[in-house]
């Protein structure tokens, strides 16, 4: 969890490359995000979205190129999922982010328990806190849910409220949010997005990825386009308007890119 | 809860409940068709005999269902450790020491069990169906197919720690048993392992990515299994101070119908090991309470299927969504009987 606040680049990345094999999944990827900067990370299927957030988020490293955090060099021997935790980066992912099965004050601390000695889990101080995050972050109110609810028994927009309610109780600088309103009916969708609200009201930087403009113009400081495993275009708001970055984007997956000029 | 729908909600918090009232039913019907046995306290202390190494391995196998694993291979784990202790015991008179062996010997086919299914990725009901027959088929070779006899064991102290009997009557082994229930369903329920565990049954992308080492997870589970075989093995082994190579071998389908007429859910994600416990007094009851009833040997695999049916439909229907759905119900059975006939209360004025 991080304290300092002085520094300039939540974060950035300089030449990063991953291959599968001898597919190239991303190439030569440059990407800066201030401290307080919502980007829009925009691109199709296999344009390698995810592969870049997997990257950021520790699950596997780049085959090569630089990472830096807080403006401080990542070394990727020693980073992993709870290293990218520790350096205040949290993900909220549209499907994998929590255990259906599970009672929602668990998956609140997966993988970071408050634990009594021995590795007991303290679920009385978790369940509590899970509470306080349930009320005051995401503003869950008299809807029949509980900490000790399911998951299952959620909708889509308030499974996203939970993960992002999560992210922001670990004090994240930077939230990464991958796709959270994919196959949500429009009114979850505005629900989701008034929680991303929070996140920038709160002043975190944040990587919202998506295909699909409408959301996430509105929220957004800037855009990256990323396409075949390269960033094509980065664009920030007041350059473009939504119509403009629409038809920029329509007439580039056409394979006019070469005539388009954002 | 707050928002007053459950005057029945409690029944499905109470964890392994519909499975506690068939094994209470079982019993009521058996002191019914059998009142000379099951009026006795000698039947009772046969289970208390006889069930402990199931449930043992009833709860390790709980917790790999959890995961979302299969495990075949504690059968030969059963075979394998009873031989090491005999064997370590008739060699070197030493059984404290071939205890420890044995456990370690559960441990090392679970770790290979879970090395295959963890690091190479391999089926768990793949590795352990070939570790079933790999460890099962060790046993038989090192052992030369033959049976070995400890009954100098029975004077000895280890005999009398874990299968001796308390007050002349209590076996032992049913204590430690119901101390490995109680230890692993804090395991489960409340400790960082279990909770992995459960995530990591329930979706293991999203374990991963909340930070959970889920192969080191796994491979730690299969050893804990093996271990909990071993320790099951011994127990059989000790009681009936004999080893004979096939022991365990009929244990596969009865314990992993005690898990899942516990509640457990073969899906994973979630573990009942208060329903494990019922779960196996029921498997490990059926057989004399049928006997013993009269109705003859050839019923007993009939009513075992039946009754096991039952538990899991009952379990269904109590479970979570049940409980509400019986609450709702019960409401509107319970609201009328609230005021005396005749006399409708107050708020409806009107009449």
Redesign the interface.
Known sequence: MATASNYKTAIRMEGIEKYFGNVAALRGINLEVGKDEVIGLIGDNGAGKSTLIKII?G?FPPSSGEMYLRDQRVSFSGY???EA?KRGIE?V?QD???????ALW?NFF????I?LP????D?KKEKKIAQGIMVDTIGFRGK?I?VES?VSKLSGGERQGVAIGRAMHFEADLIILDEPTVALSLKEVRKVLSFVQKIKEAGKACIYITHDLQDVYQISDRFVVLDRGEIVASITKNEISLKELDTFLLEYSHGLKDKVQP | ?K?GSSRFAFLGKIEGLPIAAVLAILYVVFIFTAPSVFTGYRIYMSFFQTVPPMLVLAIGLTFIITAGEIDLSFPAVVALSGFVFTWVFKTYHAPWLGFVLALASGALVGYINGLLVARLRVPSIMATLAAQFFWYGVTLLIAGGLQINIEEIQTNLIHTVFVGRIFGVFPAQALWSLGVVIVFW?ILN????G??I??IG??A????????NVEATRIKLFTMHGVLAAFAGLLLTIEINVFFPTQGQGMLLPVMAAVFIGGTSIAG??GAIVGTFFGSYIIGSLEAGVVATGIGGYWVQLVEGLVMAASVILNVIIG?EGASLLSRAARKWAVPSQAPPGKEPAARGDA
């Open positions: 988020t699950v992993s999922v709870r935790h993900t992912y994998k982010s929590l255990g259906e099965k599970q668990r997966i993988g970071r328990e634990t021995f590795g007991f889990i679920v029949g509980t399911r | 809860m928002h804090f409340r400790h960082k392992f909770e992995a459960m995530f329930d979706n992308d999203v374990a991963r990515v909340m930070g959970i994600g979630q979570d």
